[in-house]
């Protein structure tokens, strides 16, 4: 089955350590994004990436890193930098549109982590 | 900047009603405008998507009409059902975007 695979499903984080979240795809797609979501709010982009070893600062970089070295996986990892990392992770991915088509992403199930 | 507004934040509707959602964008670059639905603890899902080539596009009880002049795009729900009860997104892009633009959401609960 085709798909995006994030993982873990639940993290728990002690205040100043760095944890690392996965997110693997097998859809061959070029492009991938990791969103933030907080409880009753929308999407906010923290990084993504349109192809292997580039990726792009989104609007709330700040307190996270990525790396894309193969182009089915695109770890994110939240730092001690990050103040407030309690949240909803979701890692999606997508084709890039080309010419007349465009695509829609594809998204993960998330990953909740709790700062304990 | 937010380029997509979704309206309304929250919406009731009896079950076997309308529920119906709105956005509006601005950037006239956009030609690709999918809805995603959200279950609490899920990723969003692709609900439905549409092209401005065509001014409404149906999927069973799902609907989604457009209007190019208006800049603003709507999602039906006809005979809407307590399992449609979730977090709907629009969400709109171009050809060349690197980044698909959302709205911020619409809590949907639809009550027996």
């Known amino acids: 089955d085709g798909g995006i695979t994030q993982s873990p499903k639940y993290l728990f984080r002690k205040e100043g350590q760095n944890v690392t979240l996965s997110c693997e795809q097998n859809?061959?797609?070029?492009?991938m994004y990791w969103y933030r979501q907080d409880p009753g709010q929308g999407l906010r982009l923290i990084y993504y990436s349109q192809i292997v070893n580039d990726f792009q600062k989104g609007d709330i970089a700040e307190g996270y890193s990525v790396s894309r070295e193969k182009k089915e996986s695109f770890p994110l990892t939240v730092t001690s930098a990050q103040k407030n990392p309690t949240a909803f992770y979701l890692c999606?991915?997508?084709?890039?549109?080309?010419?007349?088509?465009?695509?829609?992403?594809?998204f993960g199930q998330g990953t909740r982590l709790t700062v304990v | 900047q937010q380029q997509v507004k979704q309206s309304p934040q929250s919406l009731i509707v009896q079950k076997g009603g309308i529920s119906i959602i709105n956005c509006a964008y601005e950037?006239?670059?956009?030609?690709?405008f999918p809805w995603y639905q959200q279950f609490p603890g899920k990723g969003p899902a692709l609900l439905i998507a549409?092209?401005?080539?065509?001014s409404e596009k149906k999927e069973g009880r799902f609907t989604i009409s457009f209007n190019k002049s208006a800049k603003q795009f709507s999602l039906h729900i006809m005979d809407s059902q307590p399992g449609d009860s979730a977090t709907y997104f629009c969400?709109?892009?171009?050809?060349?975007?690197?980044?698909?633009?959302f709205g911020t959401g619409t809590k949907l609960q639809v009550i027996p």
């Open positions: 859809l061959n797609h070029d492009a």
């Open positions: 950037n006239t670059a956009f030609d690709y």
């Open positions: 999606a991915s997508r084709t890039p549109g080309q010419g007349l088509v465009n695509t829609e992403a594809f």
């Open positions: 549409i092209r401005p080539d065509v």
């Open positions: 969400a709109a892009l171009g050809r060349s975007d690197q980044k698909v633009t």
